[in-house]
């Protein structure tokens, strides 16, 4: 199999698989309990916080365990929002984001907060101007994802949250850093943020479990309540066996951040130039953007139809994103492209495990595709 939709999930490196099959038999205590092997628990746990907070230059205090990105997204949005509703009730956000984003943003707006949204021109990149213009004395709340998840596009949060927050200091920031995590060298010291979620699926741990980064001292609302666990933010018994599943994947990929870009930059250029030959292809990601996802449109063909095709030779690429589930692409509506375009779209996106031959493998297998399916009727 030739696994090509990495911004959907990974395969779990079977050193995390490990690491989480060791604690499964070895280690059950809760955390929470008193008696040596749950603090025993306890102690693992802090020393896998500490250690994947380093990984974006935060503290363990600063890091809280989720089940999930969505779940982190949900917390930090809903939170951020309701802890600075009396002085400001205008949250802004791209007309991109993740749904795990998108709908607590639509749900701020039904209790009654104004929502600005700034969609991506045709090119796929937002204009980070207007997300700054919008920004204004009530403004509680901007939530960016760092790499979009289906072309790629990438924000230069750096400069644009240190803009954001020279115009109104007590504007929280939250970025969705899903699809950047442990693939860009992040370090929040660096950026003028409030929070930052990420998935460990993402990068080769495994499914439930996800993290908040939250900054010492930030003011958030708890919206997910039960026990005290993780400073009374997020109730629930802590997932011990996969924090530190996911804290193995974060050391295995820590040391090759500059590595894997340039890994991914060349099976992007090589995509690229074997693209060429193809008079049908038209590229809906952005040249700068992140080298690891790059969605196409095969015009002429419809997405499902290549998509089973290159599934019966073995090739996963994905149309849209994952959560869409065949739906339409929603960036690329947003990105105002013809329906023949958004109907025709493939996104292609690297992991760690992929090879120059895999690329080849998957020209070769649209070249066939091109010769034997139909074309759409127009
Ligand atoms: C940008 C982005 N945000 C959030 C999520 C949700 O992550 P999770 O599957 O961990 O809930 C995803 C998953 O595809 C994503 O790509």
Redesign the pocket.
């Known amino acids: 199999m030739i696994y090509l939709d990495n911004?959907?999930t990974t395969p779990v490196n079977p050193q995390v698989a490990q690491v989480i099959s060791e604690s499964l038999q070895n280690d059950f205590a809760n955390p929470s309990s008193l008696y040596s092997i749950g603090a025993k628990s306890e102690m693992a746990m802090d020393k896998a916080r500490e250690f994947i907070a380093g990984c974006i230059g935060a503290k363990g205090s600063e890091l809280y365990f989720t089940s999930?990105?969505?779940?982190s997204?949900n917390i930090a949005i809903y939170g951020l929002a309701l802890a600075r509703k009396n002085w400001g009730k205008k949250v802004i956000t791209t007309g991109y984001?993740?749904p795990?984003?998108r709908h607590p943003f639509e749900f701020l707006g039904e209790m009654g907060f104004e929502v600005v949204t700034v969609n991506p021109d045709k090119n796929g990149i937002v204009d980070e101007n207007a997300i700054l213009d919008a920004v204004d004395s009530k403004t509680c709340l901007v939530s960016l994802?760092h790499?979009?998840?289906e072309t790629g596009a990438k924000i230069d949060i750096e400069k644009l949250t240190a803009k954001i927050k020279e115009k109104n200091p007590r504007t929280a920031i939250h970025i969705?850093a899903?699809?950047s995590f442990m693939k860009y060298p992040v370090d929040v010291k660096k950026l003028k943020i409030e929070s930052l979620?990420f998935?460990a699926?993402?990068i080769n741990g495994p499914?439930g479990i996800?993290g908040l980064y939250l900054r010492q001292g930030t003011n958030i609302k708890p919206v997910f309540l039960g026990g005290g666990q993780e400073k009374g933010l997020r109730a629930g018994t802590e997932n011990i066996h996969y924090i530190k599943g996911l804290a193995k994947a974060c050391e295995l990929l820590k040391p090759n951040l500059m590595a894997n870009l340039r890994h991914y930059a060349q099976l992007r250029a090589q995509l690229l130039e074997g693209l060429k030959e193809f008079d049908n292809v038209v590229i809906n990601s952005p040249e700068n953007g992140a080298p690891y996802t790059l969605n196409l449109s095969f015009t002429g063909y419809r997405s499902e139809t290549l998509l089973h095709f290159l599934d019966s030779k073995g090739i996963c690429v994905s149309s849209g994103?994952?959560?869409s589930k065949g739906s339409r692409s929603h960036t690329l509506t947003v990105m105002k492209l013809p329906a023949d375009r958004i109907d025709s779209s493939l996104r292609v996106s690297f992991g760690v495990q992929n090879t120059a031959d895999d690329v080849t493998a998957l020209l070769l297998a649209l070249k066939e595709a091109k010769e034997k399916l139909q074309k759409v009727k127009r």
């Open positions: 911004a959907a999930c990105a969505s779940e997204n984001e993740h795990a984003v994802i790499v979009n998840n969705d899903v699809q979620s998935s699926h993402k499914k996800g994103s994952a959560c």
